[in-house]
């Protein structure tokens, strides 16, 4: 299985709504990574887990946060995002984070997000 | 500042001739390069990587090569195909680290 999985595909949330997205990865990889882009700008890096703890938050607002339940498993829990929090958020997943000496990283197909 | 470039925005091509899309940085302190591509409504798809021991690395259609002295790199295809049409983007990292910089992107087009 050399797949990264990401549910919903799509959400469109209200400022107040609290949700969360998911992603799942088989791969037995240890490092995982919460991406956001937005139309015509490359992925931008959120929050990296290494096995199975937060490693980088990159200064991102605590609106988002994360969770990794387990080595296979990545959440990113919303509460009160703006408009401007709409984007496609990505997960990835690579063999570690910094141990190794290149570390491909693999990307799910994205949730898409619409803050109303 | 923008540490990794794509200069051209978009490329066309015809179906079977070569693609070739840049790459620039400027930190000379990367020493691991990505070429991935996108389709629309999809993630980044891994294509193909180069350490900076090397000047050139080859799978497929898909060549890359480095040039560290102009701090460089391009990937080509050969032959293109209409479906190599996507948005390709390179990154840029340092070995043993999380973190890749990831280039503004270029949509290439090969037109059947």
């Known amino acids: 299985d050399t797949e990264v999985t990401q549910t919903p595909k799509h959400l469109v949330m209200g400022m107040t709504n609290k949700k969360s997205l998911k992603c799942e990865q088989h791969?037995?990889?240890?490092?995982m990574y919460w991406y956001k882009q937005k139309a015509k700008k490359p992925p931008e890096l959120m929050f990296v887990?290494?096995?199975?703890?937060?490693?980088i938050n990159e200064s991102v607002p605590s609106r988002f946060s994360p969770e990794c339940p387990n080595s296979s498993l990545l959440n990113l829990h919303l509460h009160a995002l703006q408009p401007e929090d709409s984007a496609l958020y990505l997960c990835?997943?690579?063999?570690?984070?910094?141990?190794?000496?290149?570390?491909?990283?693999?990307f799910g197909p994205g949730t898409r997000l619409t803050v109303l | 500042d923008q540490q990794v470039k794509q200069n051209s925005p978009s490329l066309s091509v015809q179906e079977g001739r070569i693609s070739i899309l840049n790459c620039d940085y400027t930190n000379s302190m990367f020493d691991y390069f990505l070429w991935y591509k996108k389709y629309p409504a999809e993630g980044p798809t891994f294509l193909i990587s180069?350490?900076?021991?090397?000047d050139k690395n080859e799978d497929g259609r898909f060549t890359v090569f480095l040039n560290k002295s102009a701090k460089h790199l391009s990937l080509h295809i050969v032959p293109s195909q209409p479906g190599d049409s996507a948005v390709y983007f390179c990154a840029a990292s340092f070995s043993g680290t999380y973190k890749y910089i990831f280039g503004t992107g270029t949509r290439l087009k090969v037109l059947a």
């Open positions: 791969m037995g990889h240890r490092a």
């Open positions: 180069i350490s900076s021991i090397k």
């Open positions: 990835a997943s690579s063999q570690d984070a910094a141990g190794s000496s290149y570390n491909e990283q693999f």
């Open positions: 887990y290494s096995y199975e703890k937060l490693s």
